[in-house]
């Protein structure tokens, strides 16, 4: 594939790694604060339309504006900007059929960690107990709570409470805490680097080629139907 990093800072230059890795080639890096990438002058190049697939990691408050013009150039997106409303793009790429696909988090263990969530809220409802979600973040991220969390939260529902912390650099801990008088159950994943983000990314890629309209992880790994 013939990729374009919309976003090249500590995330781009993970995806780039294991995208080389897995033998995909970048045809451009867009990106007015990184040096080795092009600024707003880059979205005039007739070149871009040669991409098969833009990878989308950048800020909440330009994130729009980029899903918009890759999807007006009938490009396919990955986006894993949180912090925005990614339902008008999303309705914009079941309109016009260009495929784009959006998560809150790309790895592949917070995936199966969503899953596990679903699941284990289903059967630990009946009893009683109260859930809660702590989530842990480097000091720069923009958005608060996470997406990650705020993904955990929506499929337990009821206004979970979310704690969010946000300290060093970690790249990221979420935990789902269930509580009773009795006893309590916790599960929780730990990230231990940008390249499990990255490999999903690619993945995510790879596997929307020949797709149209919106699209989930879930449906990249399997997970949609469980």
């Known amino acids: 594939m013939k990729?374009?990093?919309?976003?090249?800072?500590?995330?781009?230059?993970?995806?780039?790694?294991?995208?080389?890795?897995?033998?995909?080639?970048v045809l451009l890096r867009i990106d007015p604060f990184a040096p080795e990438a092009m600024?707003?002058?880059?979205?005039?190049?007739?070149?871009?339309?040669?991409?098969?697939?833009?990878?989308?990691f950048t800020t909440p408050a330009t994130a729009s504006d980029?899903?918009?013009?890759?999807?007006?150039?009938?490009?396919?997106?990955?986006?894993?900007t949180t912090g925005w409303d990614i339902q008008p793009m999303q309705t914009k790429s079941r309109k016009q059929g260009t495929p784009l696909l959006w998560a809150s988090n790309f790895s592949l263990g917070v995936n199966l960690f969503f899953a596990l969530n679903a699941r284990l809220n289903q059967l630990i409802r009946p009893y009683g107990y109260q859930?809660?979600?702590?989530?842990?973040?480097?000091?720069?991220?923009?958005?608060?709570?996470?997406?990650?969390?705020?993904?955990l939260?929506?499929?337990i529902g009821n206004d979970v409470p979310i704690h969010s912390i946000r300290e060093g650099e970690v790249l990221g801990i979420h935990s789902v805490l269930w509580d009773s008088p009795q006893d309590s159950i916790e599960i929780k994943?730990?990230?231990?680097?940008?390249d499990g983000f990255a490999l999903g990314a690619v993945l995510a890629a790879e596997w929307l080629q020949g797709k149209t309209g919106p699209h989930t992880m879930a449906?990249?790994?399997?997970?949609?139907n469980i």
């Open 219 to 224: 449906e990249v790994l399997g997970l949609d």
């Open 39 to 56: 600024g707003e002058e880059a979205w005039l190049r007739d070149d871009l339309n040669q991409a098969d697939v833009a990878i989308e």
């Open 131 to 151: 859930p809660s979600i702590t989530e842990i973040h480097h000091v720069h991220k923009l958005d608060q709570p996470s997406g990650t969390a705020k993904t």
């Open 189 to 194: 994943h730990c990230a231990k680097s940008r």
């Open 3 to 25: 990729l374009l990093l919309i976003g090249y800072g500590k995330m781009g230059h993970a995806i780039e790694r294991v995208a080389l890795s897995r033998g995909h080639a």
């Open 66 to 80: 980029n899903v918009s013009r890759l999807l007006d150039r009938h490009i396919p997106v990955v986006c894993g």
């Open 153 to 155: 939260a929506a499929a």
